[in-house]
């Protein structure tokens, strides 16, 4: 079962890196992080490089295919060689996945048509011009293609697929020795949920983000 | 706002990113991550490499310190260059942290004797004999030590601490925009809520890997 998640400059660290530390402990995963070029990739902070250690070219047919987003993502909008190897590598995967923004790169590359799709709550929106419908939830199953929201929601989701692909008792075993028993100490995680000045001013700050 | 996340050999990659994600976003941050030698370190599974951009020895006085834990840190335990490290840094941190077995090189450097600690659940009675009083919360403070659980706890961890650092609502922020609202599939997230079965096996295998 081979695992390919995608690396561009300025992605966020925890929407890879989430999934990895789920979907990686499936029974014989072989996780690979793919680049355009092989080597170190900064995250959007410029303090952390994970190191993509495939090109793109060398992974054509994983069997699960995770792209995290970050504030990077907007700059591979129209990035053919990436959307490309997006639409290929899709052909022949089991589950196509993404993260936060990612969603919207899953998108550009006219997978989510007719699909429903979740992305990071900024971002929602922009699924739609794509022919995607938004929803808010958490994470979305719609036939192989499944997002997840924002950032952390990446645990979420491997955890909900590592359920899928090898049972129950597999997926609370991995829960288990990541010790996944959140207790944050807000509850400020969502915009239901948030002050609701915080939740205005970043979507005010967003719209010269985003557009 | 130094933050020093400290990387080795077989590391988990989670315990480093969850914190790096967090405490990461507090103003100033300055996040540096470190190791003996720089370069990129591999993560537990082998397929993931964090690059180190820094030394040990370039990095004497971080603000925060962060530990982060894994299977690599058993063969750390009696590493003087990095635990005399964690002894210097210490002397002038605001705040000493780990996540998961990484409270465990804190305590082989001296720094949790006569203070109340956590680890990953496998490991709790390991802190003992190092005269540090083992807790089961996923969060505790002791003085500007902050010890989390295991893996995932460091996002629970980086909130409380940028909380503490930087006032509530920019920790509200910070949680917002990494969407933590969690919404595990499963409820095994911790020793006393997984099925007892799974807790047993993990609990006779962790007597080969612990002792």
Redesign the interface.
């Known amino acids: 079962m081979q695992i390919a998640i995608v690396l561009y400059d300025r992605f966020?660290?925890?929407d890879a890196?989430?999934p990895?530390?789920t979907l990686?402990r499936l029974p014989d995963a072989?996780?690979?992080?793919v680049a355009e070029q092989a080597g170190?990739v900064r995250s959007d902070?410029g303090?952390?490089?994970?190191?993509a250690?495939r090109t793109l070219a060398e992974v054509r047919s994983p069997d699960i295919v995770v792209v995290p987003g970050g504030p990077g993502q907007s700059a591979q909008m129209e990035n053919e060689p990436l959307l490309d190897w997006l639409r290929t590598a899709d052909r022949t995967s089991t589950w196509t996945t993404s993260v936060?923004t990612g969603s919207l790169l899953l998108a550009a590359a006219g997978l989510l048509r007719g699909r429903r799709a979740t992305s990071?709550?900024l971002a929602l929106d922009v699924l739609r011009p794509y022919g995607a419908e938004p929803t808010g939830e958490?994470?979305v199953l719609d036939g192989k293609y499944v997002t997840a929201?924002?950032?952390?929601?990446g645990?979420?989701m491997g955890?909900?697929l590592v359920?899928r692909i090898a049972g129950?008792?597999h997926?609370?075993?991995v829960?288990?020795?990541?010790?996944?028993?959140?207790?944050?100490?807000?509850g400020?995680?969502?915009?239901g949920?948030?002050?609701a000045h915080?939740?205005e001013e970043?979507r005010a700050k967003s719209r010269f983000i985003l557009t």
């Open positions: 966020t660290a925890l890196v989430g990895y530390e990686g072989e996780t690979v992080f170190p902070t303090a952390l490089a994970l190191t250690d936060c990071h709550w958490r994470v929201a924002g950032v952390s929601s645990i979420d955890l909900t359920g129950d008792e997926a609370q075993a829960q288990l020795l990541t010790e996944y028993d959140p207790q944050p100490p807000y400020a995680g969502s915009p949920k948030a002050p915080l939740v970043f």
